[in-house]
């Protein structure tokens, strides 16, 4: 049974910093593309951040120089750091396992962004 958890959101401050982990379990970690994606509200669902299985990278321009996708393939957890968060940020996140024709995703956690 494929599962992704995440893990980290809460209420932060503007400016302050928050990091995300999404541990999965269920797949050959180390071959799935992993992405973040959120959903503000009133908001559709939009791609934040996606790490390839090589290591590349690739932002949203909205979190560009602020978020940062990283992995770590033996713990089978992708994390992204979330600094200078601004109101806007304010989400529920949620991580991506892609390979192939198959994507599994998470439940989610809550990031507030407010003062």
């Known amino acids: 049974q494929v599962q992704l958890v995440e893990s980290g959101g809460g209420l932060v401050q503007p400016g302050g910093s928050l990091t995300l982990s999404c541990v999965a379990s269920?797949?050959?970690?180390?071959?799935?593309?992993m992405a973040w994606y959120r959903q503000g509200p009133g908001k559709q669902r939009e791609l934040v951040a996606i790490?390839?299985?090589?290591?590349?990278?690739n932002y949203a321009d909205s979190v560009k120089g602020r978020f940062t996708i990283s992995r770590d393939n033996d713990k089978s957890t992708i994390y992204l750091r979330m600094n200078s968060l601004k109101l806007e940020d304010t989400g529920d996140y949620s991580c991506?396992?892609?390979?192939?024709?198959?994507?599994?995703w998470g439940q989610g956690t809550q990031v507030t962004v407010s003062s």
């Open positions: 991506k396992a892609v390979l192939m024709g198959n994507q599994y």
């Open positions: 269920g797949i050959t970690f180390r071959l799935y593309a």
């Open positions: 790490i390839t299985t090589g290591g590349s990278t």
